[in-house]
Each structure stands twice: as C-alpha cells, then as structure tokens.
C-alpha cells in the first residue's frame, strides 16, 4: 500500500470512528503529504521510514514555521503510526523518540468584569440585530461556548424552563451547559422580537441567523463580536474566543473547581483546561505586587519599590 493510500485510510478513521472536525482532516492530510514529499526524495515511504528519516524531516521545518505548527505537526505524525501500528503495518513506531519544540507558556487573554459589562451594554435598542447580537453576547460569556458551537445551534437546543442549553463540540460531542438568567432573557427576547423579524417566512434551522434570515458563519459572528468590541474600546484586547477564555477565568475565580470547568467547556483533556488555573494564578500575583506596598522587589537605589510613583512613598513606608 503506498503512501496516499496510507494517508486515505487514516483520514477515513479520523473522520468515521474520531468524529474530527474537517479543518482538522484538511491539515492533517497537508502535514502527511509534505512528510510523504520529503521521504519520496530519500527514497523511503512512511512504512519503511526510521526515526532519523521522520526527526530530519521536522529538523528541516524547525525556523520556517511556528512552533505550534511543527508540534501540531508531530503530532499528526505520532496518530499516524500509532494507526499503523494497530493495522499491523508496522512493528515498531519510528515516533516514539521524537521531540518537538517546547512550547512557550503564552497565556491567553481575558476581560475584565467591569470589560465584560461595557460589551455586553453595546448592543442597545430593539431593532431585530440589536436584539440578535445582545443574545450573541450574553450566551457566549454565560456559557463559554466555541464559535461553531454558538452558530451550530438550533431553537430546540435552549431549554429555558430548565435554564439549561445543548453544545455540539469537537468530534460532534454533545454537553449540557446552563445558562444564566440574563442570557436567558436576552435570548427569549431574540427569539420572541428579533428572529422572527429576520427570518420571515423561510424556514431556518439556526438559532442565530444573518440579516437576509440564513444561519448565522463563523465569519460573521466574528465580524459581530469585533464591532462591538472596537466600539467598547476593547478591539486589540480580544476576539470571539476570548469570551471562552473569560467564562473560565471568571469561573475559576468565583470558586468553580477543575473538573467541573472541564466539563463546561467541553474539554476531552483535563490539561487542556489546566491552563486557566495559571492564569487565574497571574492575575492574582498581578494584583497582590499592585496592591501590597511592600511587596515588590526594593530598587538598589531607595528601597522603593520600582513601580511605586513619587508621591506614593509616603504610603509605602
């Protein structure tokens, strides 16, 4: 079997039995095709590649392309074999030594409370994109949902009796995430004055949907929540992710434990959900070396603490 072959019957598993998302599938087949490039000019396919074959191969990308790429690319290649290895194509995997570049601990970021509420106040009147776009808002920091979770969704997805919402995540994975009662009553409103309004008399499957009454993209959700945050005055400090980023934080911070969280935001990984907890650690050392005079580090020169002006010295003595 030669080598795009290999590549189908692996997309085929991601996609049938994984439920991986397509974005996933077209970069996963990108990635095997260049390795399979570069072992046709040494002469090797993927079944007879050594570990020095496929550690030259990301030697070469190591400078060209992002650290997070050449690890997405690793470990691409890491699935690969280990789906070669359950067909019994191979015997030993060529992987299992391999090292990518550690990655740099780049934390995301987030809003403040008093942010949050400057955004949410934008939307106002009750024109019918107004009232959309309040509901668009509300539900994504009340509920941490994806972008694709939140136009993915459909009327029957919201229970409001039970103030309760179903999320289609990664790999088509279904969970039960409440809502609070501020989305809720934008949503209601949404839905008893807005969406109707848009859609007319088309039948729509989405809840949130465009000015001509379609289901609402990815791009223009984005184009929505930009808008909003440039004229909140938030433009350089966030996109749509971030609401997920600040539902997190702001839960960890109001006592949510870890396990909880992780089921909320739909993580397979509980160290995917780890990250939040460093921020949440970040933010409270920011805020202990602002606030506690004698907290920071003295100078050499005074023993004033460096961030400390002029004339809050006599307060920190």
Do not use: W
Request: charged share 25%.
């Amino acid at each position: 079997m030669d080598d795009r072959h290999l590549i189908a019957d692996f997309l085929a598993y991601l996609e049938l039995e994984r439920g991986l998302s397509r974005n996933t599938l077209v970069a996963y087949r990108a990635d095997l095709l260049g390795a399979s490039a570069f072992l046709t000019d040494r002469h090797v396919t993927f079944i007879d590649a050594q570990h020095g074959d496929l550690a030259a191969f990301l030697d070469g990308l190591a400078g060209t392309v992002a650290p997070s790429t050449l690890q997405r690319k690793l470990a691409c290649l890491r699935s690969f074999y280990r789906h070669l290895r359950r067909e019994e194509l191979i015997v030993a995997d060529p992987t299992a030594e391999l090292r990518g570049p550690r990655r740099s601990a780049v934390l995301p970021k987030v809003l403040s409370r008093d942010e949050v509420h400057t955004l949410l106040a934008q939307p106002s009147g009750t024109d019918p994109r107004a009232l959309r776009d309040r509901a668009l808002l509300e539900l994504m920091y009340a509920c941490g949902l994806r972008v694709s979770e939140v136009v993915g969704l459909k009327p029957t997805d919201v229970d409001p009796e039970e103030g309760m919402l179903r999320a289609r995540g990664k790999g088509r994975k279904e969970r039960i995430v409440p809502v609070g009662r501020q989305a809720l009553a934008a949503l209601g409103a949404y839905q008893a004055r807005g969406r109707p309004v848009l859609v007319g008399a088309q039948a729509e499957a989405h809840l949130f949907v465009n000015s001509r009454g379609r289901g609402l993209t990815r791009q223009g959700l984005y184009k929505i929540v930009q808008g909003y945050a440039t004229s909140a005055g938030l433009r350089d400090r966030m996109a749509p992710h971030t609401l997920r980023h600040t539902f997190a934080t702001h839960m960890l911070a109001g006592g949510c434990d870890l396990r909880s969280l992780q089921e909320l935001l739909g993580h397979a990984d509980l160290s995917t959900t780890q990250i939040y907890t460093h921020m949440s650690s970040e933010r409270l050392k920011e805020t202990y070396f602002r606030a506690h005079p004698r907290a920071l580090r003295a100078t050499a020169d005074d023993g004033v603490p460096p961030r400390l002006r002029t004339s809050d010295r006599a307060r920190a003595t």
